[in-house]
């Protein structure tokens, strides 16, 4: 009796690879995009089921009526632009076309970057918005390692922070793309050494039309802040340039990961998921995944870690009313705010109260 050839059948499909060089970076982004997904959901959940899942306290100071006219205008207009970009990039796309498409997804991808948000703050106090907007304060002390004290009472603006991480993330990201091809037109000789950096630089000017205008009327501020390095430093609509520098740095690196897929459609972290033996709608949820783990790694380390190491030099901390203070810091409260004359706190560490007598009246203002 012969024995069976071992060769494959002419019928026998090609066997796909299951894994190689090609599908490193798909996997890798991958498990980090889930592991980022748990630690969010975690906090999120322990945020929404705890005791500091109510308003952040505005206090005793009275509001201009006209800056919260312009509060509650905003959220109707963030509002709006949120249900036009799910429809535009989202749903329409994946009417028409029976899949999500590619910048549908990073849109998702960028609205997952909301929850390090807080981290401005993760160990002074250096961001502050209006606690007039519509908030449940914020899920701050259910991040790993959360360090300054009171951090849950940031009030973390619902519809202005969901457009903004929906629709103005995705806004820059596009534009930097819209940039480099009009670039490649206008300055065909040189070459994207020269396009990447003017690109970069009109992302940056992008991102102070929004931020400038919202710091001069009270919306949000940057209290605290090297005084070298800010525009109108102890003024309370001061404004550290390094906020605008760090955050397109990350717009820019996505940008790039956009602008640079293959004839696939596919980014650099979505490599190799079409060896995979998995179904379609897996390989769209391990894309997701991936980019989303790109977004978050690199929104932490090219935005938050150099923000943070700047947020510890802060030497200026403006007067503010108690709606923009919502008693983490300043009167009624045992901790003085940041200055060059107050230690740094943590959530269990000695404070020096506001009211000690070895600050100076420029310290005590708050």
Same mark, same amino acid.
């Given at each position: ?9 002419? !019928? ?23 592991? +980022?997904?748990? +630690? ?47 429809? !535009? ?5 994946? +009417? ?214 700047? !947020? ?55």
């Amino acid at each position: 009796m012969p024995l069976a050839s071992s060769s494959p059948s002419k !019928a026998s499909p090609p066997p796909v690879p299951l894994a190689g060089t090609p599908a490193q970076p798909v996997k890798f982004f991958a498990l980090a995009g889930v592991i +980022i997904a748990g +630690i969010f959901i975690g906090a999120l959940f322990q945020w929404v089921t705890g005791p500091y899942f109510k308003p952040a306290p505005i206090g005793s100071d009275p509001i201009p009526e006209w800056t919260l006219n312009l509060i509650r205008f905003s959220e109707v207009f963030c509002f709006a632009l949120i249900l036009w970009f799910l429809w !535009a990039l989202l749903i329409k796309p994946w +009417i028409r076309d029976k899949r999500m498409s590619w910048d549908g997804m990073l849109m998702l991808c960028l609205l997952t970057m909301w929850v390090q948000d807080p981290m401005c703050n993760y160990f002074n106090f250096t961001f502050m918005y209006n606690a007039h907007w519509i908030n449940m304060g914020s899920w701050s002390e259910y991040l790993p390692g959360w360090q300054s004290p009171r951090g849950s009472n940031l009030p973390e603006p619902f519809f202005l922070m969901g457009g903004i991480y929906l629709w103005w993330t995705t806004i820059n990201v596009l534009a930097f793309g819209w940039s480099l091809k009009k670039l490649r037109i206008w300055l065909p000789r040189h070459s994207m050494l020269v396009h990447i950096p003017l690109a970069y630089m009109v992302i940056c000017a992008l991102d102070m039309i929004l931020e400038l205008p919202a710091c001069f009327t009270g919306l949000f501020a940057y209290p605290g802040a090297p005084s070298w390095i800010t525009l109108w430093a102890g003024q309370p609509h001061q404004f550290p340039l390094y906020e605008t520098f760090f955050m397109n740095f990350n717009y820019t690196a996505i940008g790039l990961l956009r602008h640079y897929r293959d004839d696939k459609g596919e980014s650099w972290v979505e490599r190799g998921v079409s060896t995979l033996r998995l179904s379609q709608s897996a390989r769209t949820l391990m894309r997701f995944f991936a980019l989303m783990g790109f977004c978050n790694i690199s929104y932490f380390i090219v935005y938050f870690m150099p923000y943070n190491w700047m !947020a510890l030099q802060a030497d200026t901390f403006p007067k503010y009313p108690s709606y923009m203070r919502y008693e983490i810091c300043g009167e009624g409260t045992p901790y003085a705010c940041p200055s060059r004359e107050v230690p740094i706190p943590s959530r269990h560490s000695l404070a020096i109260p506001p009211t000690d007598p070895r600050l100076s009246a420029t310290a005590r203002q708050n």
